[in-house]
């Protein structure tokens, strides 16, 4: 299964998704560019963002339902 079907399965399956998750599960570092391709293919994909501990913003995608 490519790494692009493997992040809308985590989406549907499990829920939002954030980069290091995204690498450390799937191993996709470009998780960006997977929600740009599905984004492509018509799924609707809502962007938030969170801060780290370290303060960095990073994005968190999650499906946006009905």
């Known amino acids: 299964m490519n790494q692009t079907k493997q992040v809308l399965r985590w989406l549907e399956r499990v ?8 690498l450390k599960k799937i191993g996709t570092m470009r998780l960006g560019a997977r929600i740009y391709d599905l984004r ?16 960095a913003r990073v994005a968190v995608y999650s499906l946006v339902r009905g």
Do not use: Q, S
């Open 15 to 22: 829920g939002p998704i954030d980069p290091m998750t995204a």
């Open 40 to 55: 492509l293919d018509g799924v609707d994909i809502r962007t938030d963002y969170k801060r780290t501990r370290g303060g």
